[in-house]
């Protein structure tokens, strides 16, 4: 079992693990219904979400901001969003997202958090800040995959221990975890 883990480990970009359809519609209908003026995407991956982010984007006037570390992914993405018209409402940024998340001034109104589990607390620090107030945080992945727990485990400790945070865990798709900063939700009554 342990030479499969090797295996698959060893060609771990050939599996592919985009949000699926159901959170896409739901992440597309968040946008509409929310019309955030920026979208900030973590791990862009090979851009279906990318796609799915930046048709909501350019619907409500909105910008996208979309990161990931693999140049040749983000290459095919950025075709891809070519190819769809939509070049317009999407900056790429290559590099470490942490890095990168520091080095923007925000605001950030949704945040797609979709790349590696062990980055997601970090991410969460970088970006936090610089939340807008009902800013919206979707998490994909909080379900499946099974070998990704123990990170999900800690980003949820993480996301609840944040009192502006109010978050819920949803069953669409693979499971997300819908956050919102909402500071006035913690005002002494």
Known sequence: MAALGDA???????FLLPIGPDTGRFIHSLILAKRPARILELGTS???????LADAAR?????????DLA????????????????SDV??????????????????????????????????????????SDEAIVVAD???EPVTARPQ???YREAVRAIPELQSALLPIGSG??????????????
């Open 152 to 154: 999900v485990r800690r």
């Open 141 to 143: 992945n909080m379900v």
């Open 176 to 189: 997300i975890e819908l956050s919102v900063r909402w500071a006035a939700g913690n005002a002494k009554l």
């Open 46 to 52: 090979y851009g279906y979400s990318t796609l799915i």
């Open 8 to 14: 698959v480990g060893a060609h771990i970009d050939e």
């Open 71 to 86: 140049d040749y992914k983000q290459a095919h993405a950025r075709a891809m969003i070519g190819r769809a018209g939509l």
């Open 90 to 131: 999407v900056e790429f940024r290559l590099g470490d997202a942490v890095a990168m998340i520091a080095e923007d001034p925000g605001p950030f109104d949704l945040v797609l958090l979709d790349i590696w589990k062990d980055l997601y607390v970090p991410c969460l620090d970088a970006f936090l800040p610089k939340l």
């Open 59 to 67: 619907e409500v006037g909105g910008r996208l901001i979309t990161m």
